[in-house]
């Protein structure tokens, strides 16, 4: 933790989706944000220089376990980040201890349960209720342009498409473990296309198996080149491997996230038949600074 004076808020290190400090995505937060402005809110998210800050205020209503969430990254307000919210849980349920926690956020309700498994916290959270949809050709061919790829590098069983479960994410699939290796784009072409289409990240996927995936995100709206593991983008992504009936309606999905930035991480993306929400669930484990 690092404690600040005056009206500065106390922040806290977590990294989300792995159960070593040095793995997975780094996250701040603030478990206490009354009383602070968006301005200091993006200036804490700036300085710490994490994709994403979480600053938590108590439920308005009084509910016990409830908060109102928001999160930053180093340049802008974003609606909705998983590994925060993994981190925020987790840094609750060691205060709090383990349970079910809600959380409010610019996407819609979240809940989120910590269990403590041999030891360790891991939290699942509930997205909001994710859609999929198409993916201009115009766009693609755009993005492919800014990605330094060609159409040959693209796998043609998961065709590009847009999905949400509290952010917008383009899903791009990769042929090769090869081509999503080599990752080097243009940052601010990326980033201007993401403006226009309001994403958040372009999901980056390669197909190991029928239920496990490698993943990448590239981030320059957020002011970072790469994220290292990304809840919601996760989530979004069981949506559309659903949609487009890539795996059963009852599946539980691996994806590994960072192990190309040396940050590796484990997510979890439950399905539920019958259910149009996506669980993800993974480790937090506190950074000590």
Not at 77 to 104: I, M, N, Q, Y
Not at 271 to 276: P, V
């Amino acid at each position: 933790m690092t404690t600040n004076t005056g009206t500065s808020p106390d922040v806290l290190r977590y990294t989300a989706f792995s159960t070593d400090p040095a793995g997975g995505n780094p996250a701040g937060v603030v478990l206490d944000a009354t009383g602070l402005d968006d301005a200091t809110m993006l200036a804490v998210a700036a300085e710490l220089g994490y994709s994403e800050t979480a600053f938590l205020t108590a439920d308005p209503a009084g509910a016990e376990r409830a908060h109102a969430v928001r999160y930053f990254s180093p340049k802008t307000e974003v609606p909705f980040c998983g590994h925060a919210t993994v981190a925020a849980a987790v840094a609750l349920a060691e205060r709090d201890g383990a349970g079910d926690f809600v959380f409010a956020t610019r996407a819609g309700t979240v809940p989120v349960t910590v269990s403590r498994e041999a030891g360790v916290l891991r939290a699942t959270l509930t997205n909001v209720a994710p859609y999929v949809e198409g993916a201009a050709g115009d766009d693609v061919t755009e993005a492919l342009a800014a990605l330094g790829w060609s159409a040959a590098d693209l796998d043609t069983a998961l065709p590009p498409r847009i999905a949400f479960a509290g952010a917008r994410h383009l899903v791009v699939a990769a042929a090769t473990r090869a081509r999503l290796a080599d990752l080097s784009y243009d940052f601010a072409r990326l980033e201007a296309l993401m403006r226009r289409l309001d994403l958040t990240t372009v999901q980056l996927v390669w197909r190991e198996s029928e239920s496990v995936f490698h993943v990448r995100n590239p981030f320059p709206v957020g002011g970072v080149v790469e994220d290292p593991a990304t809840g919601g983008a996760a989530a979004a992504f069981g949506a559309y491997a659903r949609e487009l009936g890539l795996v059963p309606a009852e599946s539980v999905l691996t994806l590994h996230q960072g192990a190309d930035m040396g940050r590796p991480g484990v997510l979890t993306v439950t399905l539920r038949d019958g259910d149009a929400r996506v669980r993800v669930g993974g480790a937090a484990v506190r950074v000590v600074v």
